[in-house]
Structure formats: structure tokens, C-alpha cells
């Protein structure tokens, strides 16, 4: 496969805004907007060799880490960073994270390779991360309640072109006029994997609504929601003080009978 169609792949399956450059023999920096906290841009580099792909981040994420004085070898940060490295089969090589390209699938690769990259720059946040599964808690139980049992479903895949769940939706409901996909946004994290996940549902062909509600919309970073803000119709900013109009927003969706 040559760059062009796998920039075009990388376009079709993360987001129409990367491109590949070429720098050195085998060698391509993969632009894209993804970014740490700081602005700052996640590095990727797209790396060819002896008829194998390969994307690493150089050692670029653990030297940002690195600028904020986190230790990674204290607190529960290592576990943490081994477990999230070996969920997505990437390989840590002395602090570079290292994704082998597996069958050609460079959409899917890069995909997982910046949900990684993602996850690990909020290692730091760890006892955020304890708050952020109470409000997928809440965020679940909420819906339950308000959407019967027949017309929702959780952590929706497609079945035939996404059987390894990469791009699952938190809630899929059964609206009267198209299929209503709902996210619970924790973060910055969150909120740049659910713009991909829509992003990638867009190319599928399929007609769906989006809804967002968000822990606190007022945390996340003013590009990110940018960006996730183009993907996505109608937003919560918080579900406590706005449940009576998700309530009602839902019941619209659902029509009379739900």
C-alpha cells in the first residue's frame, strides 16, 4: 500500500484533518489535532521497514510526562501504564510506544495508537479517573431509568465492520426518526475519542443523531469541544441540573408512546 492511500485510509477512518509528511527514508510524521492538555500535539510517526508498518510515538508522551514531574514508576502509575499498553497490543521499548500495523488495517491502527497516547497522558489524573466511572455510573443509570429496556443498548458496535468494538457507542437508542447515539463525556479523553468514534460512524453510511451529555462541559479544553461540537447536535453540559430537559428531549425522540 503506498502513502497516498493510507493517508486516505487515516483520513476515512480517524479524521479527514491528518496528513502524512515524509521525513527521511521509511520515515512519515503523522499531522493530525490531537493534542495533551497544554496544547501541545501527540507525536506520531508512521515508520516503514523490510515490508513491516509500524507507528511510534518516539518517547516523545513519557518525556512530556516527564515535564510535570510525574514519576511513572510510583503512585500506581506503572501498573496503570502497562495494563493500558498491553490492552491495545502496543509495545512499551524503554519508554517508546510502539504499534506494529496489523494486516494493512492503518485506520484501525492509528485509531487505538492515539486512544493509547490519549489515555496515558491522563495517567495523572488518577483519582479523576475513580470520579469519571461514577459518572458513567450515574450517566447509565439515568438512561435505564428514562428509556425503556426495548429501545436503548449500551456500548453499541457494528457487528460486520467493527467486530472488535473499536469504535462503540456509549448508548445507541431506537428514535422515531433515526437512531439516536448518546456519549457521556467525562473529559478531554473522552471527548476526543467520541469526535473519532462519530467521525468513523459518518463513513459507515448509516443515518444517526447525536447527543452528548457531559460531567462538566465547562473542563474541556475550547479546541477539543470545537472540534467534538462539529460532530455533535444537541449537549448536556451536566447531568444533574439538566435532567428534567434530557428527560424531556428524550421522550421527544421517542415519541408519545415511549
Known amino acids: 500500500m503506498n502513502t497516498t492511500d493510507i493517508e486516505r485510509e487515516f483520513q476515512e477512518k480517524v479524521c479527514a484533518e491528518i496528513r502524512l509528511l515524509s521525513e527521511g527514508i521509511g520515515r512519515y510524521i503523522v499531522l493530525h489535532p490531537f493534542t495533551f492538555d497544554?496544547?501541545?500535539?501527540?507525536?506520531?510517526?508512521?515508520?516503514?521497514?523490510?515490508?513491516?508498518?509500524w507507528l511510534t510515538d518516539e518517547g516523545y508522551t513519557i518525556m512530556h510526562l516527564s515535564y510535570e514531574d510525574i514519576d511513572l514508576e510510583r503512585g500506581g502509575y506503572s501498573a496503570i501504564l502497562d495494563s493500558t499498553v498491553?490492552?491495545?497490543?502496543?509495545?512499551?521499548?524503554?519508554?517508546?510506544?510502539?504499534?506494529?500495523?496489523?494486516?494493512?488495517?492503518?485506520?484501525?491502527?492509528?485509531?487505538?495508537?492515539?486512544q493509547v497516547l490519549v489515555k496515558i497522558s491522563d495517567i495523572k489524573y488518577l483519582q479523576r479517573e475513580r470520579v469519571r466511572s461514577l459518572f458513567m455510573e450515574e450517566f447509565k443509570g439515568f438512561l435505564r431509568e428514562t428509556i425503556p429496556e426495548i429501545r436503548h443498548e449500551f456500548d453499541y458496535y457494528h457487528p460486520k465492520r467493527d467486530p472488535e468494538r473499536v469504535y462503540s457507542v456509549d448508548c445507541?437508542?431506537?428514535?422515531?426518526?433515526?437512531?439516536?447515539f448518546i456519549f457521556g463525556i467525562t473529559g478531554d479523553s473522552k471527548c476526543q475519542t467520541a469526535t473519532n468514534i462519530?467521525?468513523?460512524?459518518e463513513h459507515q453510511g448509516e443515518g444517526f443523531d447525536v447527543m452528548a451529555i457531559f460531567e462538566n462541559q465547562e473542563e474541556i479544553n475550547r479546541r477539543i469541544l470545537a472540534r467534538f461540537s462539529d460532530v455533535c447536535g444537541r449537549q448536556f453540559s451536566s447531568l444533574h441540573p439538566n435532567r428534567d430537559r434530557i428527560r424531556a428531549f428524550l421522550r421527544e425522540q421517542l415519541g408519545n408512546g415511549a
Do not use: C
Open 198 to 201: 462519530i467521525y468513523w460512524w
Open 38 to 53: 497544554d496544547g501541545d500535539h501527540y507525536t506520531v510517526v508512521l515508520k516503514h521497514s523490510a515490508g513491516r508498518w
Open 172 to 180: 445507541r437508542v431506537q428514535a422515531i426518526r433515526m437512531p439516536l
Open 86 to 114: 498491553s490492552a491495545f497490543g502496543l509495545e512499551n521499548r524503554q519508554g517508546e510506544f510502539i504499534l506494529s500495523v496489523p494486516d494493512h488495517r492503518f485506520g484501525d491502527a492509528l485509531f487505538s495508537f492515539i
